[in-house]
């Protein structure tokens, strides 16, 4: 090695404008000698500014001195110059991933992978960059959902009864849903969709009550293949259901909705203050 | 009205507490078949049940439970019960507050299977 130095320093020697700058400034910085190496190559390029590899290794250089500022304008001007340069793609992905910018990241080490498919310390980054990123994505799904379930136990009105995130629901009389929440087929919330037609449903069963002789309507059960549904107006101007699955008899339902009941009022009671 | 349909209605109207059941045309709330004690008026019955039973129907499909095969509607003075058979017909039944309502259930779901 010392002597490849020796005998490459000789001829730039004689010849300040070979090419060789770009080898003896490699091997000088792979011993270390990074101001060795920094001379010689900014030398080279004064001669040779067109040379790609020369701008590469010097950005090389800045980043091993720390200065990756500079590095990353050295790197990126070369790829204007050329775009799928596969140096400049490689610093500049590992510049982001750096700084914890996983998208840029990515986007330079995949660049630089078509550019050398065969380059494994490209594929080893970019194996890294995406465990970093899929561990990100996890670590925000994780705080969005922590986020959200904070907001809904702020002011949720069932809050501690069974089922209060998917199978209560508490409607004004015109269809708006006022709290709980409902979760039809495939657990999409059907909430809104069910307050519409409820609304219509209760007024029906007013209605009938009245013209029947029944006398104001208390509660109404309904029983289908996939579930059972309970609906009372725990006010006038409100209506509650409560969904379940057939394995819940409708006396364990109308106590649940007694207990629901009381929670709404009191819910609706301390909006009006 | 058929011997069969009198009978199905006639078992559920046996049952203490009903004031009458009938047999409803669940499209257009028209009676197919009554059972009724006096004062029970069957047109407002029948029409209010097959409207009542629709618009449940439209709520508990947007809840994903599918179509219901027994409705209870619990009024303070009495009580209104609908299973709807196969074929669309629904058995309506209408008592008093205290009604035996599981053995009312079913009554119903026999003549709602003898009937289809």
């Known amino acids: 090695m010392a ?23 490699e091997a000088l910085r792979r011993r270390g000698q990074l101001e060795a190496a ?22 090389r250089l800045l980043v091993d001195a720390g200065d990756f500022m500079r590095a990353q304008q050295v790197w990126s001007g070369v790829l204007e110059r050329s775009p799928r340069h596969l140096g400049a793609h490689k610093g ?3 510049l982001a991933f750096r700084e914890n910018d996983l998208e840029t990241a990515l986007e330079h080490l995949e660049l630089a992978l078509a550019a050398d498919p065969a380059d494994q310390s490209v594929v080893r980054g970019l194996q890294t960059v995406r465990d970093a990123a899929a561990e990100a994505e996890v670590e925000t799904a994780a705080e969005t959902a922590a986020a959200v379930e904070e907001l809904a136990g702020e002011d949720h009105i069932f809050a501690g009864l069974e089922g209060a995130e998917h199978g209560l629901l508490l409607v004004d009389d015109r269809g708006r849903v006022l709290g709980g929440r409902l979760l039809g087929a ?25 013209m029947l002789g029944l006398g104001k309507w208390q509660w109404l059960v309904a029983e289908g293949p996939e579930g059972n549904v309970y609906v009372t107006p725990p006010t006038a101007e409100t209506l509650l259901l409560i969904q379940r699955d057939r394995s819940v008899p409708s006396g364990r339902l109308a106590m649940l909705a007694e207990r629901a009941g009381d929670l709404a009022r009191q819910w609706l009671e301390g909006q009006q203050l | 009205m058929s011997m069969a349909f ?24 028209l009676i197919v078949a ?38 209870h509607l619990q009024g303070e003075g009495g009580t209104l ?13 209408v008592g008093t507050p205290d009604m035996n309502v599981g053995l009312v259930r079913l009554e119903m779901l026999r003549a709602a ?4």
Request: aromatic content about 4%; glycine content about 12%.
């Open chain 1, 3 to 25: 002597s490849d130095i020796k005998v490459m320093s000789a001829e730039l020697a004689r010849d300040p404008q070979s090419v060789v700058f770009l080898e003896l400034g």
């Open chain 1, 38 to 59: 920094t001379g010689v190559v900014l030398g080279g390029l004064e001669h040779h500014p067109e040379v790609a590899e020369g701008h590469d290794l010097y950005a």
């Open chain 1, 92 to 94: 500049l992905g590992f």
């Open chain 1, 186 to 210: 495939h657990g999409v919330d059907a909430s809104d969709a069910v307050a519409a037609f409820l609304a219509g449903a209760a007024q029906e069963a007013e209605r009938t009550a009245g």
């Open chain 2, 6 to 29: 009198q009978q199905a209605l006639d078992n559920v109207t046996r049952v203490r507490g009903v004031r009458g059941a009938m047999l409803v045309a669940g499209e257009d709330g």
């Open chain 2, 34 to 71: 009554e059972a009724l004690m006096e004062g029970v008026r069957g047109n407002a019955v029948a029409a209010l049940a097959a409207s009542l039973q629709k618009r449940f129907r439209q709520a508990m499909e947007a809840a994903a439970v599918g179509m219901p095969h027994f409705l």
């Open chain 2, 81 to 93: 019960i609908i299973v709807p058979a196969p074929d669309g017909v629904l058995v309506v039944a």
């Open chain 2, 113 to 116: 299977e003898s009937i289809s």
